[in-house]
């Protein structure tokens, strides 16, 4: 039996405590909460349904785990609406405006250099 059906099959939650299912072997009726928002739709305040798991050699455990919500107690996405939008736009500003020169780079600012990159490396910006 491989890794992926004898560690992450558990229908019943004996093991995990919720449903577990290898990767891509989810059952139908659930989705991630990207899958979700595909299809317009948001978890509403539901708990986690199921999970998926599948070994990753990036993360310390040696799992990658996604939640699972159930698609028939989905609610639809909130419209926007002109404030939200308006505080969106506002913090994306926030994200182009350089604390150092004040101007609006037109790209959001790196958050490793704190500034944008004329003012992160003056000396190549003169010479070219």
Known sequence: M???FGKCYDPNGARHGIPTFPWKYAPDGYA???QLRARGLRP???PVAAQVMRRS???KSGVS???LYRID???PV???TPGRHAALAKAM???RTCPNCRTDAGYCIPPTLGMCVPCAYPEEQRAA
């Open 2 to 4: 491989s890794y992926a």
């Open 44 to 46: 509403g305040g539901q």
């Open 93 to 95: 500003l926030a994200r």
């Open 32 to 34: 991630t909460r990207r």
């Open 57 to 59: 050699r990036r993360r």
């Open 73 to 75: 107690r989905a609610k």
């Open 78 to 80: 909130r419209p926007m």
């Open 65 to 67: 785990v996604a939640y």
